[in-house]
């Protein structure tokens, strides 16, 4: 089984900033990516920044500058650092992983619980 797990989360005033961590473990044989997607009340669910393990990255033009996404492959660990925090970047954010878990197991995406970021003075 696999299992992400995240932290970091919090209440923060805006031009905050906060780390978020998230742990990827289980029966991993092999990761493509791993990323962080948000979701605010009423809104669809978007992706915020993802990090192959090649090291190649994406974001979102919101948060381009102010969000960097970093991976320790060995710990099968992926960050979110955001600074300067903006109200809007209040959401609940989820961690992803792109991976199988062996040879005889197809390709398939996981996700963390979320962790609830708010930006609020």
């Known amino acids: 089984q696999v299992q992400l797990v995240e932290s970091g989360g919090g209440l923060v005033q805006p031009g905050g900033s906060l780390r978020l961590s998230c742990l990827a473990s289980?029966?991993?044989?092999?990761?493509?990516?791993m990323g962080w997607y948000r979701q605010a009340p009423g809104q669809q669910r978007e992706l915020v920044a993802t990090?192959?393990?090649?090291?190649?990255?994406n974001y979102a033009d919101s948060v381009k500058g102010r969000f960097t996404i970093s991976r320790d492959n060995a710990k099968n660990t992926v960050y979110l650092q955001m600074n300067s925090l903006k109200p809007e970047d209040t959401a609940v954010y989820y961690c992803?992983?792109?991976?199988?878990?062996?040879?005889?197991?197809?390709?398939?995406?996981?996700w963390g619980q979320g962790t609830q970021v708010t930006v609020s003075s």
């Open positions: 990090m192959s393990t090649g090291g190649s990255t």
């Open positions: 992803n992983a792109d991976l199988t878990m062996g040879w005889a197991y197809p390709r398939k995406y996981y």
């Open positions: 289980g029966s991993i044989f092999s990761i493509y990516s």
